[in-house]
């Protein structure tokens, strides 16, 4: 597609429940993140992908979050079960290698995956 | 580790009017960029403007243009002629690596309100 694609783009749960969000960043964009935002706040880091790997994973909040990328595309961020804490939107992010001094390296956000625990 | 301070958590300005939205960062290194995202209630990420740490000249970007003052470490964003379809959040960001891990730090963000 012709933007980062996120889905779903909300979801409610309940407190236990596993949830899976998934990214399909920008076509031949190599380099993919996460970020979680909560209600009023700024962004919080929590993974980047360098094609299918992650160079550095301890922007994860807890164990119960993982993240996967396959063939250098898709990710999938998974959050095992999820806490009332964990309600925030998550935000996909692409670019076309690393994030450079280059504007024409700039990340590109989706618009999110708005997950609601109760 | 970079640091980003927005210190106006809103800002409420009139419609046609200029405003300017503060950002300082903190930074050891000798090359960076700075980023300036608007995000509306949608909640989307929408990237504006981009200043590298060595361009000479102010990056503008239509009605968007960044003062950028290296001795200062500060990169206010401008927003000339302002409309109401302005009002939403920004965010000031500047690379990061950490441990190998490229990333986008953020500030706080300022809510912007044009009012008509």
């Known amino acids: 597609g012709a933007g980062v694609s996120q889905s779903p783009s909300n979801k409610v749960t309940e407190k236990g429940k596993d949830v899976e969000l998934r990214c399909d960043p920008i076509?031949?964009?190599?380099?993919l993140y996460w970020y979680r935002q909560s209600l009023g706040q700024g962004l919080e880091f929590l993974i980047y992908?360098?094609?299918?790997?992650?160079?550095?994973k301890s922007g994860l909040p807890s164990d119960r979050f993982s993240a996967e990328r396959t063939g250098g595309s898709v990710s999938t961020l998974t959050i095992q079960r999820t806490q009332q804490e964990d309600s925030a939107v998550y935000l996909c992010?692409?670019?076309?290698?690393?994030?450079?001094?280059?504007?024409?390296?700039?990340?590109?956000f989706g618009e999110g995956s708005w997950l609601t625990v109760v | 580790a970079q640091k980003i301070t927005q210190t106006q958590p809103g800002m409420f300005v009139q419609e046609k009017e200029a405003v300017t939205l503060d950002c300082t960062y903190d930074?050891?290194?000798?090359?960076?960029?700075l980023f300036w995202y608007k995000q509306p209630s949608s909640g989307e990420m929408i990237f504006l403007i981009y200043?590298?740490?060595?361009?000479?000249q102010n990056a503008t970007e239509g009605r968007y243009s960044l003062n950028f003052q290296k001795a200062r470490k500060s990169a206010n964003l401008v927003i000339s002629a302002s409309q109401l379809g302005d009002s939403a959040m920004y965010f000031c960001?500047?690379?990061?690596?950490?441990?190998?891990?490229?990333?986008?730090?953020f500030g706080q963000g300022t809510r912007l309100t044009i009012n008509p």
């Open positions: 992010a692409s670019s076309l290698v690393s994030i450079g001094l280059y504007s024409g390296n700039t990340i590109y």
């Open positions: 076509s031949g964009h190599t380099a």
């Open positions: 992908f360098q094609g299918n790997s992650a160079p550095d």
């Open positions: 930074t050891s290194d000798q090359s960076y960029g």
């Open positions: 200043q590298g740490s060595y361009d000479e």
């Open positions: 960001a500047m690379r990061d690596t950490i441990q190998g891990a490229q990333k986008l730090v």
